[in-house]
């Protein structure tokens, strides 16, 4: 489709899989059903259990209703409230943020965050520069009262609309709404400078990380994993180094599903969780369009391989 090899793609990304949502009136609420639909399960809990969800997406079904009210639909969950979060790739990140003061206050009990993004729909594919980067895919987890003292500890959001230059979506909004003339310019597709982006990822996620880990007094050797925004593997491998972790201590799933923008955090966690002990030190880190980004502190609650075996043997 376009002037690439698979070499050109892996030494730059390091992206040998993605995933795209095919079919006839599918979109990103297909996907974060799904992946709350198999948390769950995986959790034990039922649709009527959830008291709030909370979906972060920059590719909704709709301009409205939000992704959130289809997902809850789909699923059985409500009549609950439910809406959707927009920080592009930090989407994540901002609406765990927003999920743990509704925890903290007492105003809910169990709430299901969303990560999903169907890029396929706003990716164009005669563009070498952002079509081998992105991917489809959703992911969910659930935030609750802890009973055990673990759990979200520290969170912080930032962001700069002077960037929105280097990475946006150039027609579709209010600003420029859709019209014949903005298709026939391909204006409705991402539009990324990649050496500006890749420069202020790097900086703001490290940035970010290390603020969060000064104001917890935490060191290096203290984080047992990193958990960042799967964006690219070099700016992975640089916010490693820059944070003074090894690599077997960060997340990586970017290989198998690229950049899935809102997704790709929770994407980690699933993919993950086997290996997560109760009482892991983890940060979480994202950068965005807009510019966006954020972090989290967080103590993971339960033994993870205990919890996927349990879930082996009711499925």
Avoid at 69 to 95: E, H, K, R, T
Avoid at 182 to 195: I, N
Wanted: net charge neutral; hydrophobic share 45%.
């Amino acid at each position: 489709m376009v002037d690439t090899s698979d070499a050109w793609i892996v030494e730059r990304t390091g992206i040998t899989e993605r995933r795209i949502l095919k079919g006839e009136g599918l979109g990103t609420s297909h996907m974060g059903a799904e992946a709350v639909r198999r948390l769950l399960e995986r959790t034990g809990n039922k649709p009527s259990d959830i008291d709030l969800l909370i979906c972060a997406t920059t590719t909704p079904d709709f301009v409205f209703p939000s992704t959130a009210n289809l997902i809850c639909d789909m699923v059985g969950v409500g009549p609950v409230g439910s809406f959707d979060v927009q920080a592009a790739c930090s989407g994540f990140i901002y609406a765990v943020t927003i999920a743990s003061q509704f925890i903290a206050t007492g105003q809910c009990k169990k709430i299901v965050v969303v990560g999903a993004d169907k890029m396929s729909a706003i990716i164009d594919y005669t563009d070498r520069a952002t079509c081998v980067i992105f991917g489809d895919g959703a992911g969910a987890v659930l935030i609750e009262a802890s009973e055990n003292g673990e759990g979200i500890l520290d969170t912080l959001i930032r962001s700069d609309g002077s960037g929105m230059i280097h990475l946006h979506q150039k027609a579709g909004g209010s600003r420029l709404p859709p019209s014949a003339e903005t298709v026939a310019k391909r204006m409705h597709y991402v539009h990324q400078e990649g050496a500006a982006v890749y420069k202020f990822a790097i900086a703001k996620m490290a940035e970010v990380s290390q603020e969060i880990m000064s104001r917890n007094n935490l060191r290096a050797e203290m984080i047992n994993w990193l958990v960042p925004h799967q964006a690219n593997k070099r700016i992975i491998e640089s916010t490693a180094e820059r944070m003074g972790l090894p690599m077997d201590r960060v997340m990586m799933v970017i290989q198998k599903y690229g950049n899935t923008t809102a997704a790709t955090i929770p994407l980690c966690l699933w993919d993950y969780e086997a290996k997560l002990k109760t009482g892991d030190r983890m940060i979480l880190a994202a950068f965005g369009g807009g510019f966006t980004w954020g972090a989290a502190y967080l103590t993971w609650a339960y033994d993870g391989a205990a919890r996927v075996r349990s879930a082996k043997a009711a499925g």
